[in-house]
């Protein structure tokens, strides 16, 4: 691992890049980090069994795409909102003719919010439709995998491609610098004191390659298995 200001980089197989990326989340995890940031991480981050252009890149594309708005996360369709602006609208007329103007005005405000939340759902629905086929036909030809939010900035790309040496180059930051010096000290900290790390592996996959190419490790466990039956 090399230490700089911009992050902690690792570059190595597939398996080194998964146990940096673990590393890091067990020492975030050590010094009480948690909540929603914390998790985007661990989700995003590469796992033993996944894929670099296929799982990394489908979490890439999703953690980068335009968020949800208030009426998608009601789960309201623009055509639903549109819907309820029509009915605001009409009971404006209808307080107009009851001769409350205060309500009338209450309920041709709550039609224009429908209108525009309506609208602002839409919108977002195709910049992510854009947004999607760009970075997965364009974006990931020319840049690294990346993950970017308050509590890490990370990237990863493949390097030596059709070399017979692909390695990956694996870019961690922690962006609060008090946090990001702690976690420095407990990953010097694992180099001195663990001996071997042990991935974390899905406990119900048979997945034959981890990552184009290269065969899943084979586990001591399952190597002690194979001596006693042999």
């Known amino acids: 691992m090399e230490e ?14 998964v146990e940096h990326g673990e590393r890091i989340t067990r020492a975030l995890r050590e010094s ?10 661990d989700e995003w981050r590469p796992k033993s069994h996944e894929r670099l252009g296929e ?29 309820t602006a029509g009915e605001k609208l009409s009971r404006s007329y209808e307080k107009i ?8 005005v ?12 309506a609208a602002d759902s839409a919108g977002r629905k195709a910049l992510r439709k854009v947004e999607d086929t ?36 694996f870019e961690v930051n922690v962006n609060d610098d008090g946090l990001k010096s702690n976690v420095s000290e407990m990953l010097r900290n694992y180099e001195d004191e663990v001996d071997r790390w042990h991935i974390d592996t899905e406990k119900e996959t048979e997945v034959a390659e981890a990552v184009e190419g290269v065969e899943v490790p084979v586990t ?6 194979k001596s006693t039956t042999n």
């Open 106 to 117: 209450e309920s041709w405000q709550d039609s224009i919010n429908y209108v525009a939340r």
């Open 220 to 225: 001591d466990a399952e190597k002690r298995s």
């Open 55 to 83: 799982d990394v890149n489908e979490k890439t594309a999703k953690q980068a795409s335009v968020g949800e708005g208030e009426g998608e996360k009601e789960g309201k369709a623009p055509n639903e909102d549109l819907k």
């Open 134 to 169: 760009v970075y997965r036909k364009v974006m990931t030809q020319l840049a690294p995998y990346y993950f970017d939010n308050e509590l890490i900035s990370a990237n990863i790309q493949q390097v030596g491609r059709g070399t017979g040496e692909e390695q990956f180059v």
């Open 32 to 41: 009480g980090v948690e909540g929603a940031h914390f998790d985007d991480w």
């Open 97 to 104: 003719e009851e001769g409350d103007d205060e309500g009338a």
């Open 4 to 17: 700089s200001i911009s992050g902690f980089k690792c570059r190595g197989s597939w398996g080194e890049v």
